[in-house]
């Protein structure tokens, strides 16, 4: 079964450093997105990819976070300068285009820790 | 506005009972209501999911219940088995073609199902 692929699981990064998580989304797929959760708290939005731009942004993605699908098969989230709070578990979910269904597939997780 | 609203929080019930856990919206314009469940260690994944057109869907032992004039909707997890004891997550979304379906989620209940 396709699934979406997400590294590294776990990254342990100085505050102030530039972290890259990576993804790689269910292959005909159309829609990207990024979601983070905090330990113990909700799910929550970040940004939406769609025809190589981003088509939505929640308030949490400032100018420090930044996305790209660089070679048509990764997409990864850059944060540029860490900061305590970023340290949260970071999802990749993908979906396709479907009138009847919105299923977003998730990834496992990136777990990035701020020290 | 952007708000969902879940409860409980968190939820002990005995094998073979009933789960019920409840959520709100306040956006009319969500159109698509998901239930996620996430084990630990794994991201989210798609239940059962429903559209504002009815007002109950069941697949197997989950059933949501859907009140449109509330603004409100149910999970229900019948005949409850220790396999089911992990965090579920309501959401809500209005899919559209431009950016894809941004969930917006509930704050999650853990659910714990004593042998």
């Known amino acids: 079964e396709p699934e979406v692929t997400q590294t590294p699981s776990h990254q342990v990064t100085q505050m102030g450093q530039e972290v890259i998580l990576r993804c790689v989304p269910i292959s005909n797929h159309l829609y990207f997105y990024w979601y983070r959760q905090i330990l113990g708290q909700k799910v929550e939005f970040l940004v939406s990819f769609y025809n190589n731009e981003i088509s939505e942004k929640s308030e949490i993605f400032d100018d420090q976070f930044s996305v790209e699908r660089p070679d048509g098969s990764n997409f990864t989230l850059k944060i540029r300068s860490t900061k305590l709070e970023d340290s949260a578990m970071y999802f990749c979910?993908?979906?396709?285009?479907?009138?009847?269904?919105?299923?977003?597939?998730f990834g496992e997780g990136s777990r990035l820790t701020v020290l | 506005q952007q708000q969902v609203k879940q409860s409980p929080q968190s939820l002990i019930v005995q094998k073979g009972g009933i789960s019920i856990i409840n959520c709100a919206y306040e956006?009319?314009?969500?159109?698509?209501f998901p239930w996620y469940q996430q084990f630990p260690g794994k991201g989210p994944a798609l239940l059962i999911a429903?559209?504002?057109?009815?007002s109950e869907k069941k697949e197997g032992r989950f059933t949501i219940s859907f009140n449109k004039s509330a603004k409100q909707f149910s999970l229900h997890i019948m005949d409850s088995q220790p396999g089911d004891s992990a965090t579920y997550f309501c959401?809500?979304?209005?899919?559209?073609?431009?950016?894809?379906?941004?969930?917006?989620f509930g704050g999650g209940t853990r659910v714990l199902v004593k042998p």
């Open positions: 959401a809500a979304s209005e899919p559209s073609k431009a950016a894809g379906n941004k969930l917006t």
């Open positions: 956006n009319t314009a969500f159109d698509y």
């Open positions: 429903i559209r504002p057109d009815v």
């Open positions: 979910a993908s979906s396709e285009w479907n009138t009847n269904t919105g299923e977003l597939f």
